[in-house]
């Protein structure tokens, strides 16, 4: 059974840093891309970050590029997201997602169940 | 970056009812056009991928079409279960942007 278990999330000040956690499981982890997406009541789901499941290639949305950045420790099924800068309008809920493919451009077929960001003073 | 649009934004309909909702890309993007349902405090749920391909498992009272800029999503005779936020995304490009939401309720 493919299980993806997001962790990291919290509360934290403007400026402030977080780095999320993806554990995955039930798959061959190294054979697919990862992903982030975010939900905001304001926006609804919003793409983040993708990695190529050999990392060779990653991409961030125009929202978080040069303060948000993708990895994967393919040696321990893993995926992260370094999330540095942060503002209110990042807080949400952050959810990994699993690619079909290699590589990113593919719809996503399992999601963790999230893992809460709330970027407050 | 392409950016994705959604009609309408929201919608009231009633068990049983069809319900049509459309996603237009700003740019063509063949047939990488996916479809999620999003339930609060629930994981997204894939249902269609390709414009047209139905995941496994998910009821044939989905359906969905299109190619090139213009999508639809068609839901033949809501269910109950069926009330939820329905988003598309394109797969494209890199990052695959997602539509702003139809959210449908209750009428």
């Known amino acids: 059974e493919v299980q993806l278990m997001e962790s990291g999330g919290g509360l934290v000040q403007p400026g402030g840093s977080l780095r999320l956690s993806c554990a995955a499981s039930?798959?061959?982890?190294?054979?697919?891309?990862m992903h982030w997406v975010r939900h905001t009541p304001e926006k609804g789901l919003e793409y983040i970050s993708a990695i190529s499941n050999d990392a060779v290639y990653k991409s961030h949305a125009d929202s978080v590029k040069g303060r948000f950045t993708v990895s994967r420790d393919n040696s321990k099924n893993t995926l992260f997201l370094q999330m540095d800068s942060l503002r209110p309008e990042d807080t949400g809920m952050y959810y990994c997602a699993k690619g079909v493919a290699p590589g990113p451009r593919t719809h996503f077929d399992y999601w963790g169940q999230g893992t809460l960001v709330s970027v407050s003073s | 970056d392409i950016q994705m649009t959604q009609s309408p934004s929201s919608l009231s309909a009633s068990v049983g009812d069809r319900v049509t909702i459309s996603c237009r890309a700003s740019q063509r993007i063949s047939r990488y056009l996916n479809w999620y349902q999003y339930k609060a405090g629930k994981a997204p749920k894939v249902l269609i991928d390709s414009a047209s391909n139905l995941q496994s498992g998910v009821p044939s009272r989905f359906s969905g079409s299109g190619s090139g800029t213009d999508f639809t999503l068609t839901i033949t005779s809501l269910e109950p279960e069926d009330f939820a936020t329905y988003y598309c995304q394109q797969s494209f490009t890199t990052p695959g942007s997602f539509g702003p939401g139809t959210r449908v309720d209750v009428k």
């Open positions: 039930g798959f061959n982890f190294h054979a697919y891309a």
